[in-house]
């Protein structure tokens, strides 16, 4: 299979990738070769599976996106030499990113291979890709494609409902072995370490102040961020106490080793100042590496959200109400001070672990291609 990505996966820092990191290492060792960028001064990740790959590289992120359409002939080219030369069966496009998937597109149309689009938000609907090319691109797509792959039921749901389109649901594969679920006798008595991990960007600004003003009423309880936003930003924001952490780590192993120290970690899905589709279907990769940390997740989502309804159907994590401070007060009182909330909050993310395990992911990848 030849997979068309914005990054390559050893130097990737998108979410995106990640779900492309733990895809290549459950298909491992099956051939396949990935074509994707890579900006010189990203730091390269030690991976433990092998593919072979075509890298493009950029020497300014200033203006990425314009760099990726102008690129998008060398694309192709690396493309029709790979499938000539390895006899790929197909091409698999991992998206988000408009220039990508247009290479693919001209690609598929030049080899005449099957098209896999590996779609992980919505297109259209996010509004901020390239216009018209959105609207003339998305239904060739999907015309063309001899199966559209989404990384989650909401975005399948939501294609079926809005555009009537039949698409395979192909989950991120849990990058490596869960740790055991830490139990409360694990944590320090009467203190609780809350793990944020990610960007801190405008679709969770809402949460995390709220959060921090929480924290402030709780002795022995602080927050440690994971996240490559300086602390002067996180300051700025109104995001930082004395007894806060912070550190920037880009590695998935040895941020889950980090994550799995913590008490609890805080995902907070708000969609802000608009209520988009894309907030609505969303469940990050970073929500599966929580779960592999082995740690509580505690989520703060709109019930009408798929990251809040799918945890609440398999019955994970602790849910509070969306946008309560009171909530969010007595659920972390609670996983502080009762050890039998605590330990079913975190034993609770097994359930997850077979819906994510990479055999799973394997088959069903497999069974789409057919």
Not at 76 to 89: A, D, P, Q, S
Not at 283 to 299: D, H, N, Q, T
Not at 352 to 359: E, G, S
Request: proline fraction near 5%; aromatic fraction near 14%.
């Amino acid at each position: 299979m030849l997979i068309i990505s914005q990054e390559l996966p050893q130097f990737g820092n998108y979410s995106t990738t990640s779900v492309l990191r733990a895809l290549l290492r459950s298909l491992s060792p099956e051939v396949n070769h990935v074509i994707g960028f890579y900006y010189r001064g990203d730091q390269k990740k030690s991976l433990d599976f092998r593919y072979t790959y075509s890298a493009v590289p950029f020497f300014s992120k200033r203006a990425e996106r314009y760099y990726r359409f102008a690129m998008i002939p060398l694309v192709v080219f690396f493309g029709i030499f790979e499938i000539i030369k390895r006899k790929h069966k197909g091409i698999l496009v991992v998206f988000p990113d408009d220039a990508t998937l247009l290479s693919a597109y001209i690609l598929h149309l030049i080899t005449r291979k099957p098209l896999y689009p590996y779609l992980m938000d919505l297109y259209r609907e996010t509004g901020v890709w390239a216009k018209p090319l959105d609207r003339w691109l998305q239904p060739r797509i999907f015309r063309k494609a001899a199966r559209v792959l989404v990384i989650n039921e909401g975005v399948l749901e939501y294609y079926e409902h809005q555009y009537g389109l039949e698409t395979v649901c192909l989950p991120m594969a849990l990058p490596q072995v869960p740790n055991q679920p830490r139990l409360f006798n694990d944590k320090t008595p009467g203190q609780l370490t809350i793990a944020y991990s990610g960007t801190v960007n405008g679709a969770r600004l809402e949460g995390l102040k709220r959060l921090t003003e929480v924290v402030k009423k709780l002795p022995g309880v602080r927050i440690a961020y994971f996240t490559p936003q300086p602390v002067a930003f996180l300051k700025a924001q109104g995001l930082w106490l004395d007894t806060f952490t912070h550190q920037n780590i880009t590695g998935i192993s040895e941020l889950i080793k980090e994550l799995s120290k913590c008490d609890v970690v805080y995902n907070p899905v708000y969609a802000g100042k608009v209520d988009i589709a894309q907030i609505k279907t969303s469940f990050g990769g970073k929500i599966v590496e929580y779960l592999a940390s082995g740690v509580p997740l505690l989520i703060d989502s709109d019930e009408s959200f798929f990251t809040y309804r799918i945890f609440k159907k398999y019955e994970v994590g602790v849910l509070v109400e969306h946008g309560s401070e009171s909530s969010l007060e007595r659920a972390l009182r609670q996983l502080n001070e009762s050890e039998e909330f605590y330990n079913n909050a975190s034993q609770s993310s097994e359930r997850f672990y077979a819906y994510f395990h990479p055999q799973r992911i394997k088959q069903i990848f497999l069974e789409s291609l057919k």
